[in-house]
């Protein structure tokens, strides 16, 4: 197990600057996961820790240790990319124990080590195959397993499960939650599905722009973001914002509902609500409209659980509210969070 720690590491390519002034630090056996949009430099990131692309400015540790120039091979560090590639003639086996083999090790010892891997990832079956023998969710995880039997003390993950189709992807988020908490090997994990962010991370940074917007727990991200870029980039449907002013309103679409729902002495804010849209999507409908004068009319969108069936019609305007305690507020020409209430 180790820290990491990323002391203002910033990272230019030419004209291009990817990574901006980035200080971060890890807790001991934590899943941090980097959040953000495509070209927010969060690969860039990843590299610099893995030691396959040099920071322009700042230091990257580990353990402690100053290991800004140092090549992969000292790190102890393992990673696995989107497009990791197995050896398609060695077995699952020979895949796992490759590694081990090219360190000398004695065959005795692969043998233990390729079986406590495969053993953590459930493939102990598989191994006489080979990779095309194996189904997309399968050759993950030999990869996964073939990047751990190292026992790295450090394991980063850019994007490893984004070749899997839905249903594969979910259980195999869970597997490797369950692995990261056995092993307690600090993971860093690149990825721009906010989903899989929220599940997997102990912590999330959410990038920008090559910076840093805010670094918390995915309850602290979602529940408080602290600017309008996070607000809006994590949940879906996004928070709503409203407002002209100084000052921003934002709502998440699941505490806005109908006015009726909320029993007295619960503090609401009331909007007449312009319903034009409605989706239906099983476990929760999607109310899309508008609230606020029509010169100035904001888009809104309202999630209402299943199990709530008041008849809701497109064209038809109805009383909605949100609890103030649910409120947040931003700073228009920041777009801050603040304590300073709009209404
Ligand atoms: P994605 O999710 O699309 O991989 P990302 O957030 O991981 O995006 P990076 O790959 O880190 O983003 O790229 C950040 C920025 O740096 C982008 O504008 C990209 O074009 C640029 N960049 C990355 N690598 C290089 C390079 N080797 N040469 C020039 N520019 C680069």
Redesign the pocket.
Known sequence: MARVEIREVS?S??E????EQVSLKTAEGEFLV?L????????????MIAGI?EPTQGDILIEGQVVTHLPPRFRNIAMVFQSYALYPHMTVYKNIAFPLRTRGMAKAAIKEKVHWAAGMFGIERLMNRKPRELSGGERQRVALARAMVREPSVFLL??PLSNLDAILRASAREELRQFQKRVAVTTIY?T?DQVEAMGLGDRIVV?SK?RIRQVGTPQEIYQWPADTFVATFVGSPPMNLLGEGEILTGFRPETFLPAEFFQEGVETATYDFEVTWLEYLGAERLVYGNVGEKSHARHVVARLPGNVALPIDAGQVYPFAVPRAELRFFESRTGLRTDRSAV
Request: aromatic residues 4%; glycine residues 18%; contains cysteine.
């Open positions: 990272k390519f030419g291009v600057s990817a990574v980097l953000g949009p495509s070209g927010c430099g969060k690969t860039t990131l990843l590299r692309e850019d994007e690149v721009h990038m090559g």
